[in-house]
């Protein structure tokens, strides 16, 4: 690249970085981050936490229901084996949504594969609210497995949608909308199973019936919004579509740099085409991009957030909280977790996803350390219980600083368009098999280590932290093909030659009056 043509793109850079800092985030944009997130994150972090509340009446409904049926009261074993089932099956809906969105999303794009996901939600709504009623706990264990199957797919398909239609500056900021809503979702859930508001007796399957407004509500809203225009152009070869949908979502008539950006993306593919989970497998251009993206995923749900919970009602009542206010003392972790992931989603673009990540999980380790210290001692000394619950509250915080969105986050951006879909099919496995690792296996650790059980997360999050530390790289305010070309070196595949960059960047002509066009189409606000 001589001197001329580096100061030409250089100059580009500088203008072009200078105006993506000042343009506002339009209301389409916003609209679609945070209607997407309410019928799709907002609904896995409400069905996390809404069997909670309830449990002790859902228990008394599949005993009561069982004596109808037999003229006997229901077994032991046959009570824990039905509500074990009844919890976990959510995690095997939700792995059986994530194979399936490779599939759905090929024909009905990002947009529609929301819109129908939302009948997964209202059906499961419909069968947790009225097996009651129609005295059938079978309905209960359907339903949960059917709101499974919308999160399985929710979790993979709305992070993929956030992160082709956001500009590049603030895709991280967007990205977090996934997250936010997740924990925002967690917290209604603990408040609406008060015993003041839905934690009742009469009322658990009002609960339930909820699940139905945010699905309705993005159906009101997603259908008036665009679909993702990189999906427009590169999959459905609808360049007015896609040109249309840039407009609204960045609220600007010119989006020609936006639109080579994307045509430059599609010339460095060799594969236009949605890519297979096989063919993902055995491309070595994207092989420690999986590595990263599966590790990372798992670290998300082995390190030790979920196990928390087990321990939080027991840490309060060693502190001397009377058993009837423990519901709203925790309420604290509901709402420092929707704090955390808020201000997380204000400072990534500033910080960048790798530092957050390695704090995140090594603040996790060292918490985690202090707790098994603390819960060690919490029998001879009195005040001990408080410092124990304080470094709850710390892992919950630290966790949503950066490990409880930014795994979503970087799925989407570590990939160009054509394997996207296959990589959250992978991504979403690992997660929802971590997930039932962690629900099955935990409880055998806690009763072999007791309050030792933690050290394992401890070493989970630092192995995490150490790999993140030497593989990832930053991937903030960079283009797609820009993060691909990061992962060159390790993948061993050759880096494309300067020759060969300018002749992307300066592959249109100049117009009548001589001056360059585009001069950068890689280096666009995508």
């Given at each position: ?321 009377a058993e009837n206010i423990l519901p709203y003392i925790t ?161 061993k595949i050759p880096v494309s030659s300067p020759g060969h ?26």
């Amino acid at each position: 690249m001589d001197k001329p043509q580096k100061e030409i793109l250089a100059d580009h850079k500088m203008s072009d970085s200078g105006k993506n800092s000042e343009k506002p985030v339009t209301a389409c944009l916003l609209s679609a981050a945070f209607f997407g997130a309410l019928g799709s994150s907002f609904i896995y972090g409400y069905n996390l936490s809404v069997v909670n509340a309830p449990a002790l009446y859902i228990k008394a409904f599949y005993n009561k229901t069982w004596i109808e049926r037999y003229g006997e009261p229901i077994a032991a074993e046959t009570a824990t084996l039905l509500w074990s089932i009844t919890v976990s099956i959510f995690a095997i809906g939700g792995l059986l949504g994530a194979l399936s969105v490779s599939s759905i999303i090929r024909v009905l794009g990002r947009k529609g594969t929301l819109l129908l996901n939302n009948s997964f939600a209202i059906i499961a709504a419909l069968l947790l609210s009225l097996g009651e009623k129609a005295k059938s706990f079978e309905m209960l264990i359907i339903g949960r497995f059917i709101i499974g199957v919308d999160s399985g797919i929710a979790l993979s398909v709305l992070p993929m949608y956030l992160g082709e239609i956001t500009p590049r500056h603030i895709r991280g900021s967007i990205g977090q909308f996934n997250s936010i809503l997740i924990c925002l979702g967690v917290f209604t859930g603990q408040v609406l199973g008060l015993p003041e508001l839905l934690g009742q007796e009469s009322r658990w399957n009002y609960l339930f019936s909820f699940l139905a407004l945010p699905a309705t509500l993005q159906l009101c809203v997603l259908p008036f919004l665009p679909e993702s225009p990189r999906y427009l152009l590169m999959e459905r070869r609808n360049e007015a579509g896609a040109e249309r949908a840039f407009q609204r979502f960045l609220g600007k008539k010119d989006v020609s740099q936006e639109l080579e950006e994307v045509h430059a993306e599609a010339r460095a593919q060799d594969n236009l085409h949605s890519a297979s989970v096989l063919q993902l497998l055995k491309t070595p251009a994207v092989r420690w991009q999986l590595i990263t993206i599966i590790i990372t995923m798992a670290c998300y749900q082995l390190c030790g957030l979920n196990a928390i919970w087990y321990y939080t009602n027991g840490i309060l009542r060693e502190a001397g909280f009377a058993e009837n206010i423990l519901p709203y003392i925790t309420l604290s972790t509901g709402a420092i977790e929707t704090l955390a992931a808020i201000i997380s989603g204000l400072v990534i673009e500033r910080i960048g996803r790798k530092p957050l990540l390695i704090f995140g999980f090594s603040a996790m380790a060292v918490f985690f350390s202090l707790l098994t210290v603390f819960l060690n001692f919490q029998d001879s000394v009195s005040w001990m219980p408080y410092l124990s619950y304080i470094c709850i509250l710390a892992v919950i915080a630290s966790f949503c600083s950066g490990p409880g969105g930014i795994p979503f986050v970087l799925t989407g951006e570590l990939f160009e368009q054509s394997y996207r879909p296959a990589a959250f099919m992978i991504a979403g496995t690992v997660n929802w098999l971590s997930n039932f690792a962690v629900g099955l296996l935990f409880p055998f650790i806690q009763e072999k280590l007791q309050s030792f059980a933690f050290l394992v997360f401890v070493v989970v999050c630092i192995l995490g932290s150490i790999y993140l530390y030497l593989v990832l790289p930053e991937t903030k305010n960079k283009t797609f093909i820009d993060i691909s070309q990061s992962f060159s070196k390790i993948n061993k595949i050759p880096v494309s030659s300067p020759g060969h960059e300018m002749e992307l960047v300066l592959s249109i002509k100049p117009d009548m009056n001589g001056k360059v066009k585009h001069v950068a189409k890689m280096e666009s606000s995508f």
